[in-house]
């Protein structure tokens, strides 16, 4: 049977009491969480944004806009007089990887741009041409790549050369929030380790990668565990967080780890948000890193390896504003696969792991006057299950202590149906976490093993596990033998392009 998420009334919570924030691709979210990790009724709020994006690979959002919106946020969620001053701490996470330049005042002399901003695509090959990108990855556990920042600070300086030079703080979103709101741009080790430059053994900024990229390690952040909260005055906007302490900002990839229950090298989380990837948990680095993946340090003892992929919910998304789909998508995930279904490589912002071509776009195949919109639907589902599966024959060699796959996010809780593609693609059964804003709870958590490390947490709400099928399972060792032959073409063809 289904468990739902077990919410708690603000006079039966336990103290001591978390604010948790979540700035995503898609909203602003918020909310208080007692101690056992529950949430707090009636004390959740979200407001809804979207990425400014071109066909030039642009894709930003203000970070002005963002910082009202969390304020937004704060106001609905600590109105309550019965919450008094029982919010202990403020946490924070954000989608990873973003990018704001701000002068010597703290002021944003760029917008952010956002991990699916892929218009440094000529800085990635040329930093190729210059550097050991194997070397690069083993140290830093990243690679060259358009959402990291080494090869966006290359084009930066030569698009914006008045601006780059002007820049005197190199800041993720969170840190631009927190500068804003309480005067310290606190940078958890997960966001720093998620611009690329970390070295993931030693937790120090890459030197050669700061020279290629023309930047000093001046201008970044110094990384912080979540057990380093600072204790500040809080804005008199919002009495209720008078005693809080606050947290370093962390990454939405670490959080919904530790908000899915994954939180060690035993569960593997397929994340299925607006983006989506495969994580596992490990204490310390794997090594050796296999090259589809990336390995990022989280906190001074622990690493998380795994691949990202850009487009899953929105993917999703653009079928569902973009073609006329029948009433029931459950039935048509439902129905066995056939070979009449298009083959679909499903990269609307370009693919991130295994293969880290940020330049390559969508590709349809197989497409017939009988095609309708619903096969097409189905294709893309499938599209998007191989480009897990893709990321997992990776991490099965570098992670063999995994004994399940859980699967948490807004695409798995709106469309269930789709676990059983993934379980038949993956040829392993997956594991419904049916909790939402899993990524908020997991930044609650990790604040709560710091605030209230003795309190017993709720236990993970879960839904079906899906077993793969062994006809649909050999049906698609097949269809992934051309989904393979289909994007090397497409990458080949990318890679030999002239034009950046």
């Not at 983006?275 to 989280?298: C, E, I, K, M, T």
């Not at 279904?341 to 590709?363: D, F, I, N, Q, S």
Request: aromatic residues 6%.
């Amino acid at each position: 049977m289904t468990r739902t998420d077990d919410d708690v009334d603000l006079d039966a919570a336990l103290d001591p009491l978390v604010l948790a924030l979540d700035i995503g691709s898609t909203a602003t979210r918020g909310g208080v969480h007692d101690a056992s990790g529950r949430r707090v009724r009636g004390l959740q709020h979200k407001v809804p944004h979207a990425f400014t994006v071109a066909a030039d690979g642009t894709s930003v959002i203000d970070p002005d806009q963002v910082v009202a919106e969390v304020e937004l946020v704060l106001d609905a969620v600590t109105g309550d007089r019965g919450l008094a001053t029982r919010i202990a701490g403020v946490a924070m996470d954000t989608f990873a990887a973003s990018l704001i330049g701000v002068d010597g005042a703290g002021r944003a002399l760029t917008p952010c741009l956002t991990y699916a901003d892929s218009r440094s695509t000529g800085a990635v090959a040329a930093l190729r041409d210059e550097l050991d990108e194997r070397a690069v990855q083993q140290r830093t556990g990243t690679r060259l790549h358009t959402s990291y920042h080494a090869p966006r600070l290359r084009w930066l300086a030569g698009a914006q050369p008045g601006i780059a030079a002007a820049v005197a703080s190199w800041w993720s979103l969170g840190e631009y929030v927190l500068a804003r709101l309480i005067g310290q741009p606190l940078a958890g080790t997960s966001t720093v380790a998620w611009t690329g430059l970390l070295d993931r053994h030693t937790g120090e900024l890459d030197a050669e990668l700061l020279a290629a990229a023309g930047v000093e390690a001046g201008q970044f952040s110094a990384p912080r565990d979540m057990t380093r909260p600072t204790s500040v005055a809080a804005p008199a906007r919002w009495p209720a967080l008078a005693r809080a302490a606050w947290f370093p900002v962390i990454t939405d990839g670490f959080a919904s780890n530790i908000g899915s229950g994954a939180t060690d090298a035993t569960v593997l989380t397929a994340a299925t948000a607006t983006s989506g990837a495969l994580r596992v948990l490990l204490d310390g680095p794997a090594d050796p890193l296999p090259s589809g993946l990336w390995n990022y340090r989280v906190d001074a003892g622990r690493t998380l390896l795994g691949g990202a992929i850009n487009d899953v919910g929105r993917a999703v998304s653009w079928a569902e504003n973009t073609l006329r789909l029948g009433p029931s998508l459950a039935d048509v995930l439902a129905a066995p696969p056939t070979d009449a279904t298009p083959l679909v490589l499903p990269y609307l912002t370009g693919e991130r792991a295994p293969g880290w071509a940020g330049g390559v776009r969508a590709m349809l195949g197989g497409v017939s006057a009988a095609t309708d919109a619903d096969a097409l639907f189905r294709g893309i589902i499938e599209g998007v299950a191989m480009t897990y599966a893709r990321v997992a024959d990776d991490l099965h060699p570098a992670a063999p202590r995994v004994v399940e796959i859980a699967a948490a996010g807004r695409v798995s809780n709106d469309l269930p149906a789709w676990l059983r593609v993934l379980a038949d693609v993956l040829g392993r059964p997956v594991t419904h976490v049916t909790r939402r804003r899993a990524t908020q709870h997991g930044t609650a958590l990790l604040a709560l093993d710091v605030l209230a490390p003795d309190v017993p947490r709720a236990p993970r709400p879960t839904g079906a596990t899906y077993e793969p099928r062994p006809a649909h399972v050999a049906h698609y060792t097949g269809r992934r033998a051309r989904f393979a032959e289909a994007y090397d073409a497409l990458v080949h063809d990318r890679r030999t392009d002239s034009r950046p």
